[in-house]
């Protein structure tokens, strides 16, 4: 009976060795995977910041294109169903490239949650 003690002492420890083996193995991969994700998150602000700037100067092309059609419009004889198409046009790229950004946000907030975990 004495002799049976060391050995189930012996497999627990064991077993206890393995555990904590896995559990250091586990930390590293979780390390690995969040340094990694750190890195995709300061790439991908970079290229947010970036597509936010183009998105702007866009925007400004797109409000000056506006403010002509308006001056357009403006003048005596002019065709306002013409009018009416090119701003229909025009309104349509504008709620496109809101949509793009607001995509590319969504997916970059993705990313900042998935860190935060």
């Known amino acids: ?18 555990e904590a083996a896995r559990r250091e193995a586990r930390r590293e991969e979780l390390q690995k995977e969040h340094s990694s994700l750190v890195t995709s998150i300061l790439e991908d602000e970079e290229v947010v910041i970036s597509e936010h700037r183009a998105h702007i100067e866009d925007s400004m092309e797109l409000v000056r294109e506006e403010m002509q059609l308006l001056a357009d419009v403006d ?27 607001q995509m590319q946000l969504a997916t970059f907030q ?8």
């Not at 009976?1 to 393995?18: D, F, G, H, Q, Y």
């Not at 993705?110 to 975990?117: G, I």
């Open 1 to 18: 009976p004495k002799s049976a003690l060391p050995r189930v002492s012996t497999a627990r420890e064991s077993r206890e060795a393995r």
């Open 75 to 101: 003048q005596p004889g002019s065709a306002i169903d013409s009018y009416v198409g090119s701003l229909s046009a025009l309104l349509q790229r504008k709620a496109q490239a809101i949509k793009r950004m």
């Open 110 to 117: 993705e990313s900042l949650r998935r860190e935060e975990e």
